[in-house]
């Protein structure tokens, strides 16, 4: 069985902070872990994954993630927000196939000017 | 090339009708997931079809059904539809293979009055 917790549902910066969202895992077995965003009435696009081998992962616009076995964590940050990372924000995890993930409750980021 | 869709968008349903959801996936992809999304309940894994097979089923009752052709689209029924099942549907596309990239539609929002 998995789980996924992310801790603060509401996460608010102002512009040009630096981003820190929270998840902890839970897996039985090797997991992968996955960073997604949404956008208000689209649909879940793919910010990071981590599967095997380097722990620190560096997605697209600006993201990485580092995975800590040891903690079950798989935090998300960006060195610097921006406007437009203002969305929600999805941790996932899986086991061997990703096409039946578990996602954690999503953390809304509002950027402040 | 061209991304998962999903159709309809919107859909209005009342209590005890059936409803069917249609998802295309990207060219070459084999694997289909369904989740529903709801503020109450998060996003969650619903099935997920491999070459016609369903692969995976989540935790929801037998009301919910899907099927997968030939050329990998499918489709997912609900039937004796009630209020809580108002929702958005989102489907994801992926090769299949362990942690392959899902890439997920835009979704359907389905109201159920």
């Known amino acids: 069985a998995q789980s996924v917790t992310q801790l603060g549902s509401h996460v608010s910066v102002s512009e040009g902070a630096l981003v820190l969202l929270r998840c902890n895992y839970s897996?039985?077995?090797?997991?992968?872990l996955f960073w997604y965003v949404q956008y208000p009435n689209q649909g879940l696009q793919l910010l990071l994954k981590?599967?095997?081998?380097?722990?620190l992962v560096k997605g697209i616009n600006g993201f990485e993630a580092e995975f800590k076995k040891s903690e079950t964590s798989f935090h998300l940050t960006k060195p610097s927000a921006h406007m437009s990372d203002a969305a929600e924000y999805f941790c996932?995890?899986?086991?061997?196939?990703?096409?039946?993930?578990?996602f954690g409750d999503g953390t809304t980021l509002t950027v402040k000017p | 090339k061209a991304g998962v869709t999903q159709t309809p968008r919107y859909l209005i349903k009342t209590r005890g009708q059936q409803v069917t959801l249609s998802c295309s996936p990207i060219?070459?992809?084999?694997?289909v997931s369904w989740y529903q999304q709801t503020p109450g309940q998060g996003l969650q894994f619903l099935f997920e079809?491999?070459?016609?097979?369903?692969?995976n089923k989540g935790n929801f009752p037998g009301r919910f059904s899907g099927r997968q052709f030939s050329n990998s689209r499918s489709e997912m029924n609900v039937s004796t539809l009630e209020l809580g099942d108002s929702a958005l549907y989102l489907c994801?596309?992926?090769?299949?293979?362990?942690?392959?990239?899902?890439?997920f539609g835009p979704g359907t929002r389905l109201t159920v009055l």
């Open positions: 994801a596309s992926s090769r299949g293979s362990g942690p392959d990239t899902q890439y």
């Open positions: 079809y491999f070459s016609e097979t369903q692969r």
């Open positions: 981590y599967t095997t081998g380097a722990t």
């Open positions: 060219s070459g992809h084999r694997s």
């Open positions: 897996s039985s077995v090797p997991p992968y």
């Open positions: 996932a995890v899986s086991g061997s196939n990703a096409g039946k993930s578990t």
